[in-house]
């Protein structure tokens, strides 16, 4: 492949709700421009973008795919990226290196759940967009209605560039009113696309859908508005000019017409998006920060600037091993120079650089400022890392992911695979840094935590495709803690052995008491007249500790009691620590037992975000799980819930919530506090721990 400058390199992102065609869309750019021979398909599992096992067998994205063509000497670089819910940190990635975001909706159902929300992502990245109305060839397609609801859902800046001169199983034809021309695509596959005169019949449409163009163009600025209103026109320059500046500014969003299925749109698209979308060289300088000082940097895509690059994924292929993609922000990277990774100060050498489309992997030996590639082997480099010359010590911002909303616990089938599975779930996080995995010493379970269901699943299912480990995923236990409500003035033990030999003698006699929640635990020591040995009370708070920490009711940690020790006798030869370690842990579990012990369960704070039409749904789910509402507050069209809720009854929330919402819904939750557990619950939890045990669990 020929070299290409930030002028001429195009890196757009394809984003929208599941299934709107993004990955077919690219699979037709590909063909249109001679980069594969032949159109691949979803349902055979055949096309560029979705290659991974996982994607074929679902039939949908998974991960985001870095393509590229050459359409009129310009490198266009395409992220497809996932459209669904669970992989929404893709479609941030993507979106960090992008310089449009074009987004796909379907013809029929128009704009979905997930439009909003990539769209929303777009729109916080503040970048030019584009919107993709695709399956005109459908026989519900309704065009116009669609665009109209764009212009209301997505953005009123959006106007119309391509529109289907005929929709449903015969449509073959678009009409581009920038170049006030019809253009009659053959059949799939053909690449044959004949310009033609726009059919008088239509031409009264395109001629007010270039009106409506040209008014947003003479928006641009003042001298362009008056001439517009004093000749009611605009130079054919005036407008090109124009209308390119009003996309980098965000004022205009063109909408194009497509049929991915029957190839139609994919010529004019491409005319379009190397004749009007902003290259990297008219976004400008990128913000970064200095790594060892105050203050920011706007670094500029200067071919011939010190290299500085951001990896935006990471992918890792067995045989090959991890795979960065990264976006060139300033000079030019070859095979074998050494950056340093500013996030850890360690150097890299970038051995093989490649560009790529899908699988396909093409060697290249250099890559300059605006473009994207992909290195293999760096030893230290994650997702999100910044790698540049020692000159320029500096830092592109992070892509801040979404925090965690689902979470399960790992559980190995076979023994001894634990180290395949610590190293498996590392490389995943490695690859989805929505994706994250800890093991919580205090439940001593793994835990794994990310967007979704389908993504913690597909977890598990490549650990066993590509580690051959099988785990199950189990909701994680919840933490609880036992403490008491009521004291017990006097809890006494006394251990006593005699089995030939020397003996074991202790005996203890304890206060146990609540001390305020949150404190802890308090040990202390009311001995008169030395019927205890002080010796042996460290021993004795250590078995009262050791006790506390394995539980009494139901195996959970005991916290805030206050244990005295205020009597006791002793043995002068029999008695000894250990013996007193008994009877101390003997001892507590009476007076705790005796002292209306309860079970506390941690409560967590929940935010959640839901469509007003769905408040009703979503309050009476927060009752049914023993949950408590806080307060609301209006946020535009949607309410915000803050709620009270226990732990034990958030597992798959996220699945709940969006299943009740249609997918508009979303929550974060924190840690607020620990409550008793209601005495129902709290029956069955003691009995199955007293089952457990009886089983010598
Ligand atoms: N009739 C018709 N079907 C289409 C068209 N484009 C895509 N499809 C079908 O729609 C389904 C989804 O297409 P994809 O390309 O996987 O959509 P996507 O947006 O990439 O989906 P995700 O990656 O899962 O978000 C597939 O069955 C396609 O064959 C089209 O223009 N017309
Ligand atoms: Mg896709």
């Known amino acids: 492949m020929k070299e290409f400058n930030s002028e001429s390199i195009r890196n757009i992102a394809f984003i929208g709700h599941g299934g709107s065609g993004k990955t077919s869309f690219s699979e037709v750019l590909l063909h249109t421009a001679g980069e594969i021979n032949r159109i691949g398909s979803i349902s055979e599992g055949t096309t560029t973008s979705d290659y991974s096992p996982n994607e074929i067998e679902k039939q949908i994205s998974i991960t985001l795919s870095a393509l590229h063509l050459e359409w009129n000497n310009t490198k266009v670089n395409i992220i497809d990226t996932p459209g669904f819910a669970d992989f929404s940190g893709e479609v941030k990635g993507a979106l960090k290196i992008a310089d449009t975001a074009v987004l796909v909706i379907k013809a029929v159902e128009g704009v979905e759940v997930g439009s909003e929300i990539t769209y929303g992502f777009a729109e916080e990245r503040d970048i030019p967009t584009a919107i993709i109305i695709n399956k005109i060839d459908n026989e519900y397609s309704k065009f116009s209605e669609v665009f109209e609801s764009a212009k209301e859902r997505i953005s009123p800046s959006a106007v119309v560039v391509t529109f289907p001169a005929k929709e449903g199983i015969n449509a073959n034809t678009i009409i581009d009113v920038v170049k006030m021309k019809a253009y009659q695509y053959g059949a799939a596959g053909s690449k044959t696309v004949t310009e033609i005169d726009i059919p008088a019949d239509l031409l009264p449409d395109a001629e007010e859908y270039r009106t409506q163009l040209t008014e947003k163009v003479a928006e641009l600025n003042e001298d362009l508005m008056n001439k517009y209103f004093e000749e009611g026109a605009l130079s054919e320059e005036e407008l090109k000019n124009g209308l390119k500046a009003s996309i980098l500014n965000k004022n205009i969003v063109p909408v194009f017409a497509v049929s991915s299925l029957k190839g139609i749109g994919g010529n004019n698209f491409l005319d379009f998006v190397v004749d009007y979308f902003p290259s990297p060289k008219d976004v400008g300088a990128v913000e970064a920060v200095y790594k060892d000082k105050d203050g920011k940097v706007g670094v500029q895509p200067n071919p011939t600037g010190e290299p500085v690059i951001f990896v935006f994924k990471t992918i890792s292929e067995q045989h090959v091993g991890e795979l960065s993609l990264f976006k060139v922000y300033s000079g030019n990277v070859a095979s074998g120079l050494d950056l340093v990774n500013q996030n850890n100060g360690k150097t890299e050498r970038l051995s093989q650089l490649s560009i790529l489309n899908g699988r396909n992997r093409k060697?290249?030996?250099?890559?300059?400022?605006?473009?994207?590639?992909?290195?293999?082997?760096?030893?230290?480099?994650?997702?999100?890392?910044?790698?540049?010359?020692?000159?320029?010590?500096?830092?592109?911002?992070?892509?801040?992911?979404?925090?965690?909303?689902?979470?399960?616990?790992?559980?190995?089938?076979?023994?001894?695979?634990?180290?395949?599975?610590?190293?498996?779930?590392?490389?995943?996080?490695?690859?989805?840094?929505?994706?994250?995995?800890?093991?919580?010493?205090?439940?001593?379970?793994?835990?794994?935590?990310?967007?979704?269901?389908?993504?913690?699943?597909?977890?598990?299912?490549?650990?066993?495709?590509?580690?051959?480990?099988?785990?199950?995923?189990?909701?994680?236990?919840?933490?609880?803690?036992?403490?008491?409500?009521?004291?017990?003035?006097?809890?006494?033990?006394?251990?006593?052995?005699?089995?030939?030999?020397?003996?074991?003698?202790?005996?203890?006699?304890?206060?146990?008491?609540?001390?305020?929640?949150?404190?802890?635990?308090?040990?202390?020591?009311?001995?008169?007249?030395?019927?205890?040995?002080?010796?042996?009370?460290?021993?004795?708070?250590?078995?009262?500790?050791?006790?506390?920490?394995?539980?009494?009711?139901?195996?959970?940690?005991?916290?805030?009691?206050?244990?005295?020790?205020?009597?006791?006798?002793?043995?002068?030869?029999?008695?000894?620590?250990?013996?007193?370690?008994?009877?101390?842990?003997?001892?507590f579990k009476?007076?705790?037992?005796?002292?209306?012990?309860?079970?506390?369960?941690?409560?967590?704070?929940?935010?959640?975000?839901?469509?007003?039409?769905?408040?009703?749904?979503?309050?009476?789910?927060?009752?049914?799980?023993?949950?408590?509402?806080?307060?609301?507050?209006?946020?535009?069209?949607?309410?915000?819930?803050?709620?009270?809720?226990?732990?034990?009854?958030?597992?798959?929330?996220?699945?709940?919530?969006?299943?009740?919402?249609?997918?508009?819904?979303?929550?974060?939750?924190?840690?607020?506090?620990?409550?008793?557990?209601?005495?129902?619950?709290?029956?069955?939890?003691?009995?199955?721990?007293?089952?457990?045990?009886?089983?010598?669990?």
């Open 590 to 697: 009476k007076g705790f037992l005796d002292a209306k012990p309860v079970l506390l369960e941690p409560i967590y704070e929940v935010v959640i975000t839901v469509p007003e039409e769905n408040m009703g749904d979503v309050m009476g789910d927060i009752s049914s799980r023993r949950g408590k509402i806080l307060g609301m507050d209006a946020q535009g069209k949607y309410q915000v819930i803050k709620a009270n809720i226990p732990l034990a009854e958030l597992y798959k929330y996220s699945s709940t919530l969006r299943s009740l919402t249609q997918g508009r819904g979303n929550h974060s939750k924190k840690f607020a506090f620990y409550d008793e557990v209601p005495k129902e619950v709290e029956t069955k939890i003691v009995e199955e721990y007293k089952k457990l045990r009886e089983e010598g669990l």
């Open 363 to 587: 060697d290249i030996t250099k890559v300059y400022a605006g473009d994207i590639a992909a290195v293999v082997k760096l030893k230290d480099t994650h997702t999100n890392n910044t790698l540049t010359s020692k000159n320029l010590p500096v830092i592109i911002p992070p892509v801040i992911y979404p925090g965690p909303i689902i979470s399960g616990a790992i559980i190995a089938k076979a023994k001894g695979d634990e180290d395949k599975i610590a190293t498996g779930l590392h490389t995943l996080h490695e690859e989805d840094l929505t994706f994250s995995v800890k093991f919580d010493p205090e439940i001593a379970q793994t835990i794994i935590s990310g967007q979704g269901e389908l993504q913690l699943s597909l977890a598990i299912k490549r650990l066993k495709d590509r580690y051959g480990v099988e785990v199950d995923l189990e909701e994680p236990k919840v933490p609880m803690r036992e403490t008491i409500k009521g004291t017990c003035a006097s809890a006494e033990y006394k251990h006593k052995k005699q089995s030939g030999g020397r003996g074991q003698f202790g005996h203890v006699v304890f206060k146990v008491e609540p001390v305020q929640r949150g404190k802890g635990f308090e040990f202390a020591n009311a001995i008169v007249g030395g019927v205890v040995p002080g010796r042996f009370v460290p021993a004795i708070e250590k078995g009262v500790v050791e006790t506390m920490a394995k539980g009494v009711l139901a195996g959970y940690p005991v916290v805030d009691v206050k244990v005295t020790l205020f009597f006791g006798s002793f043995h002068p030869v029999d008695s000894d620590d250990m013996s007193f370690k008994i009877a101390a842990s003997q001892g």
